[in-house]
Nanobody, 116 residues
Framework: QVQLVESGGGLVQAGGSLRLSCAASGSIFSIVTMGWYRQAPGKQRQLVASVTRAGSTNYSDSVKGRFTISRDNAKTTVYLQMNSLKPEDTAVYYC??????????WGQGTLVTVSS
């Protein structure tokens, strides 16, 4: 079973930056597309960015141009650089493979709070 540990969240003012990290254990990491997801209070979890094993990336329209996803297959870690943060980016951020399966394990996530 893949273990996922997210870190790097915190409280930041609008316009600020944060870098999230997700350390993954398990041999499948290097062969799957990984994604960062977020869940705001009262809302469903949504995908914000994904990166293939070769490094190709995709972003949701809401974060395009502000967030950058990357991965280090040797370290089995995926990153999310978040710049020009907005209050609407406030959420708990999770990583997992993309697309995820209903039986997939989810980590505890990391809370990002953006104040106006």
């Amino acid at each position: 079973q893949v273990q996922l540990v997210e870190s790097g969240g915190g409280l930041v003012q609008a316009g600020g930056s944060l870098r999230l990290s997700c350390a993954a254990s398990g041999s499948i990491f290097s062969i799957v597309t990984m994604g960062w997801y977020r869940q705001a209070p009262g809302k469903q979890r949504q995908l914000v960015a994904s990166v293939t094993r070769a490094g190709s990336t995709n972003y949701s329209d809401s974060v395009k141009g502000r967030f950058t996803i990357s991965r280090d297959n040797a370290k089995t870690t995926v990153y999310l650089q978040m710049n020009s943060l907005k209050p609407e980016d406030t959420a708990v951020y999770y990583c997992n493979r993309y697309p995820f399966r209903p039986t997939d394990y989810w980590g505890q996530g990391t809370l990002v709070t953006v104040s106006s």
